[in-house]
């Protein structure tokens, strides 16, 4: 089976990379349901040359069309959580658009080895990578949450090991280690802030938590 591929479509023209491709004259007095239900055909059609290949070249450019067509979604093709295969149409961090992902998988068919997702699932993972040149290592992070008086809620993450990077890319790669553990619809359903310090003062040391423990943020919340 082919690495891990990740693309993302349809917003990508913010980017600077290929736009969302004119509609189709066809394509313009479709119903969005209607596209969709195309878009299934479509992939059902080519499901097994993706169990082979998730990189395939001849194909990665139409899938990447096809969801842009649907709208400014991300897309991610990998392994499944229980299928060998998955596909995510993700809303791309836009929590107002997960209620159109959904529509999106509810109109998918079954597909034997398949498992389609609305959102980015948690990932079975360490939580290592790469940002740019800065390789990434969260599995010693911590974290501690915050609520506020006017139920506003904040999570504090504790990286230590981030001096290379810049503010934003520090709260960048907070964002990714949380998605990765909570999944993408957990992260978008509970709003919330996130900080980053290289270090907790002494007040907050008792009450940090392994990073790894934030899967089981509701809990903590009650």
């Known amino acids: 089976m082919g690495r891990l591929l990740v693309q993302k479509g349809g917003a990508r023209g913010a980017k600077g990379r290929s736009p969302t491709p004119a509609a189709s004259s066809e394509q313009e007095t479709m119903t969005h349901d209607e596209l ?7 992939f059902t059609t080519v499901a097994g040359r993706f169990s ?4 395939d070249e001849a194909l990665i450019p139409e899938l990447d069309a096809r969801v842009a067509a649907l ?14 295969n998955a596909l995510v149409i993700s809303p791309g961090g836009d929590r107002n658009r997960l209620r159109e992902t959904r529509r999106i998988v509810s109109l998918a068919p079954k597909i034997p080895g398949w498992e389609i997702h609305p959102a980015k699932p948690p990932k ?16 010693a992070w911590r974290f501690v949450l915050l609520q506020y008086p006017d139920g506003s809620i ?3 993450v504790e990286a ?18 949380l998605e990765g553990y909570l999944g993408e619809q957990r992260r978008l359903e509970m709003p919330m802030d996130i900080g980053v310090v290289s270090e907790f003062d002494s007040e907050m040391q008792d009450a940090a938590k392994p990073i790894a423990m934030v899967a089981d943020l509701e809990s903590a919340l009650h």
């Open 154 to 156: 904040e999570i504090l």
């Open 52 to 55: 082979e290949n998730f990189d």
């Open 160 to 177: 230590p090991n981030l001096a290379e990077l810049s503010e934003e890319q520090k709260t960048l790669a907070a964002e990714i280690v």
């Open 71 to 84: 709208g400014p979604f991300a897309w991610e093709l990998g392994p499944g959580l229980k299928e060998e």
């Open 36 to 42: 969709v239900t195309q878009f299934w055909d479509w």
């Open 124 to 139: 079975q993972w360490q939580p290592i990578f790469k940002m740019g040149e800065v390789n990434v290592d969260a599995r």
